[in-house]
């Protein structure tokens, strides 16, 4: 079934072409037809599957079919993502998909000036990609008219709420006009995220072309077994005895990212590390270097997980296994997409045989091991607790809950909002955006409900130990707590 079969209007139709797709993905065949209906929709694919074109597509043909006449632009179609890297990359698919229509596109989000946002709403925006941070910014300055949007994109939905983001998506849903198709994608569905669609879809169609919380079947997995304080060593094996070119290599905290950068360089590997800490200057030059094979390999956090569309990436690391099993899905998303064979490869020390068991369980498969000569783990090393150091997502404290505000028997689940620590620090002398504020409270409240739940948890149980001190898990604390207004000024680092 070609393109040209599904309903687009022919100047986007035009744009799919010169960009060399001839044939609609799975989910975007179901999707695009339902869309081009008017109505609303849940759709869930593997990541690399398309669903970026899978909504981009009809979307501009509906705004282009009914072009208002005359007079200033409005947002008329909102597109939400948890991320800078994922609003960036949907912005480049509007222009890209949108050349031949008569509809202007514009992106906002947080770690750059405003200013420019600013100038760019007011010259008339139809279609406007952000993160829910930086728009409320505008919002609370009066740059921003929500009144007039007739579509909502709701992306990497469940990236979002899994950042605590359902707040400031609450507050973006009361802005816009009650009439309105909403679309609902993401790669994984949670129960938090079944949810929230009951209570924004409206008789929505259901699109799954896969079983949920699934990797691409191009994908090939391998776990090497090897111990901690030997996996740098392996790492530069693999890549040097394999000739890789291009690896995305991925850790569980900033710190280690900057770290493992730093001694691929000194073992002759060109390397970049790109996380929430970087500046958006640094992480879209890294990003770009990548890409275009100046450094070899690209060292990341999870925050990167998301909106990371590289052609034919070859090779994806897990240098540290994630501590929620759904980022796995998400990191190795990155390869194997658009048809393509891809590999990933994780590498696993004793200490992350729980969170390898957690990953299986949600793939429901076993991934296959295999240990490398040379690398054979030492049987005599114990396990020790996972610590996650300040990047508030709650590691594995030594008898406690998994996620930092369990019980005394470890059987708790209080999750903070799940976000890198830091990411809010507004720049020293221009104030605090909002963003910023919500994330240095949010980073805050993850920390502490880690602390305090980790450090409790070991003592037993009873007497609410592993629990904050109001009593309540650090995320409800965060999400109860009144927010101050601020006007943003230079952005902060939350998205």
């Known amino acids: 079934m070609p393109f040209s079969s599904l309903g687009l209007s022919a100047e986007v139709t035009r744009a799919v072409t010169e960009k060399g797709y001839t044939e609609p993905t799975p989910v975007q065949r179901q999707a695009i037809p339902v869309i081009l209906e008017g109505r609303d929709i849940m759709a869930g694919a593997q990541t690399g599957t398309g669903k970026t074109a899978g909504f981009t597509l009809p979307l501009l043909h509906r705004l282009h079919a009914t072009v208002p006449g005359g007079g200033r632009r409005v947002v008329r179609a909102l597109i939400l993502t948890p991320t800078r890297e994922l609003a960036a990359q949907v912005a480049e698919s509007v222009q890209t998909?949108?050349?031949?229509?008569?509809?202007?596109?514009?992106?906002?989000?947080?770690?750059?000036?405003?200013?420019?946002?600013?100038?760019?709403?007011?010259?008339?925006?139809?279609?406007?990609?952000a993160t829910p941070g930086r728009l409320l910014d505008h919002v609370s300055q009066r740059t921003l008219d929500l009144s007039q949007v007739e579509i909502l994109v709701l992306d990497e939905a469940d990236r979002m709420l899994d950042m605590g983001f359902i707040r400031d998506i609450r507050k973006i849903l009361a802005l816009l006009p009650k009439k309105r198709q909403n679309l609902l994608f993401s790669a994984t569905y949670s129960e938090e995220i079944r949810t929230l669609a009951d209570d924004l879809l409206d008789n929505p169609a259901l699109i799954e072309v896969a079983r949920r919380n699934t990797t691409a079947e191009r994908v090939s997995q391998r776990v090497h077994p090897v111990d901690a304080k030997r996996k740098r060593e392996l790492l530069s094996f693999l890549i040097g005895s394999h000739n890789w070119r291009q690896v995305l290599v991925f850790t569980r905290t900033k710190h280690g990212a900057n770290r493992l950068a730093e001694q691929l360089g000194r073992d002759g590997i060109t390397a970049a590390a790109i996380h929430g800490n970087k500046s958006q200057g640094a992480r879209t030059k890294a990003l770009a270097d990548f890409k275009r094979n100046a450094v070899r390999v690209l060292v990341a956090t999870d925050i990167a997980a998301r909106g990371l569309d590289i052609d034919q990436l070859p090779h994806v690391v897990n240098f540290e296994l994630p501590n929620v099993p759904e980022d796995y899905v998400h990191r190795i998303g990155r390869t194997g997409r658009a048809g393509n064979e891809g590999e990933a490869i994780s590498l696993v020390c004793v200490d992350e045989h729980a969170y390898l068991r957690d990953i299986e369980r949600l793939l429901k498969r076993e991934i296959p091991k295999e240990i490398i000569e040379g690398f054979k783990p030492d049987p005599s090393i114990k396990a020790e607790p996972i610590v996650q150091g300040r990047n508030g997502r709650g590691g594995r404290p030594a008898g406690g809950g998994r996620n930092g505000g369990g019980n005394g028997n470890g059987n708790g689940r209080g999750r903070a909002p799940r976000q890198e620590a830091g990411a809010g620090r507004g720049r020293r002398g221009d104030g605090r955006s909002q963003e910023g504020?919500?994330?240095?409270?949010?980073?805050?409240?993850?920390?502490?409900?880690?602390?305090?739940?980790?450090?409790?948890?070991?003592?037993?149980?009873?007497?609410?130990?592993?629990?904050p001190r109001s009593g309540r898990p650090a995320a409800e604390r965060f999400n109860a707590r009144p927010r101050r207004e601020v006007p943003a000024l230079l952005g902060g680092g939350r998205d």
């Open 437 to 467: 504020a919500r994330a240095a409270r949010s980073g805050a409240a993850g920390e502490n409900g880690q602390r305090q739940g980790g450090n409790r948890s070991g003592n037993g149980g009873g007497n609410g130990a592993g629990k």
């Open 97 to 129: 998909y949108g050349r031949h229509v008569p509809l202007k596109s514009a992106v906002i989000f947080g770690g750059v000036s405003i200013n420019p946002q600013i100038a760019a709403l007011r010259r008339g925006v139809d279609i406007l990609v």
